[in-house]
């Protein structure tokens, strides 16, 4: 089946280490973006890429980095340099041209002990 | 650059209450629009969308959804909520001519809670 794996489900790190989340697709899509998910503040958006080897920051991309060496991943490294990074982070995949709908991971939770 | 504003950011009503949630984009070409639904600990899944034809569009679980293009809206409604539709809902706006940043845009989400 098709679809869209993150994982691990839930991260525990120390403080002062990066940390990377992975983010695998099947479907074929161009697109994939990596949002941050905090109570009452919806989904903020990270970083996205539209082609391999290319990505670009989104509104919240201090402290994070990606890579897009594959179609198929987009990993996440949250950085020391990220001042709160305890959250839920989404993935998300899309088909850019054409009448399609973005699929999502079942996300990561972080947490910084 | 696009943006989506969803008015109500928390929501409460009691079972059999009629819901509607409002979602506005600013982006003037041709969209795609979504909304999202998110229940407690669990993923984001697609509720309904819009991409073309007929402006209301039905989804899963009896919700449904009205485009209306001159007010750059896409309202979701449902006329009697259950208990188990406290979720967190996502409206969501893709234009169809690209990707990037802009070609997928999500408002701020609206916390629903149902009481029984």
New interface residues.
């Given amino acids: 089946d098709g679809g869209i794996t993150q994982s691990p489900k839930y991260l525990f790190r120390k403080e002062g280490q990066n940390v990377t989340l992975s983010c695998e697709q099947n479907l074929n899509h161009?697109?994939m973006?990596w949002?941050r998910q905090d109570p009452?503040?919806?989904?903020r958006?990270i970083y996205?890429s539209?082609i391999v080897n290319d990505f670009?920051k989104?509104?919240i991309a201090e402290g994070y980095s990606v890579s897009r060496e594959k179609k198929e991943s987009f990993p996440l490294t949250v950085t020391s340099a990220q001042k709160n990074p305890t959250a839920f982070y989404?993935c998300?995949s899309?088909q850019?041209?054409g009448?399609?709908?973005?699929f999502?991971?079942?996300?990561t939770r972080l947490t910084v002990v | 650059a696009q943006s989506v504003s969803q008015h109500n950011h928390h929501v409460i009503l009691s079972e059999a209450a009629s819901l509607e949630l409002g979602c506005n984009y600013s982006y003037g070409g041709t969209v795609n629009l979504f909304w999202y639904v998110q229940y407690p600990g669990q993923h984001l899944q697609l509720l309904l969308k819009y991409f073309s034809g007929d402006p209301l569009v039905k989804g899963i679980k009896g919700f449904e959804a009205e485009f209306i293009k001159s007010k750059f809206s896409f309202n979701l409604r449902k006329p009697s909520v259950q208990w188990s539709d406290t979720a967190e809902y996502f409206c969501a706006v893709k234009r169809r001519s690209g990707g990037g940043a802009d070609g997928l845009t999500f408002g701020k989400g609206t916390h629903l809670i149902i009481q029984p």
Avoid: H, K, P, V
């Fill in positions: 161009d697109a973006y949002y009452g503040q919806g989904l958006l996205y539209q670009q989104g509104d989404l998300a899309l850019i041209t009448a399609t709908e973005a999502f991971g079942q996300g």
